[in-house]
């Protein structure tokens, strides 16, 4: 699970276009430590620095332990969009995904 964690810090560190001394400056925790979390060889994170280092790059802690396996950064991404959008939208753009990943498949 701390693999999956920190593919998903990195990621999203990478997309933000931090490096990892920005993102500790960020989060007020060490270098070694987002770079040991990041590697996953940092088991021992104390919950309170595991949110500071996902706050420092807005996402929510729970996005982190749900699921950590499928949810990659773009995963998240798009949840967050589809969230932000008015539930008529949502609907809508929802359905022109899940059409176009049909026909995609049929190719």
């Known amino acids: 699970m701390i693999d999956e964690i920190g593919k998903i810090i990195r990621d999203k560190r990478q997309s933000l276009g931090l490096t990892i001394e920005q993102l500790a400056e960020k989060a007020d925790v060490s270098e070694s430590l987002v770079s040991q979390l990041e590697r996953g060889v940092n088991n021992n994170i ?62």
């Open 46 to 107: 104390s919950i309170n620095k595991l949110e500071r280092i996902s706050t420092a790059m807005n996402l929510k802690l729970s996005d982190i332990f749900n699921e950590p396996a499928n949810n990659g950064i773009k995963y998240l991404e798009l949840l967050d969009f589809l969230a932000s959008l008015p539930r008529d939208k949502r609907e809508v753009l929802s359905e022109k995904i899940l059409e176009l990943l049909s026909t995609m498949n049929n190719l």
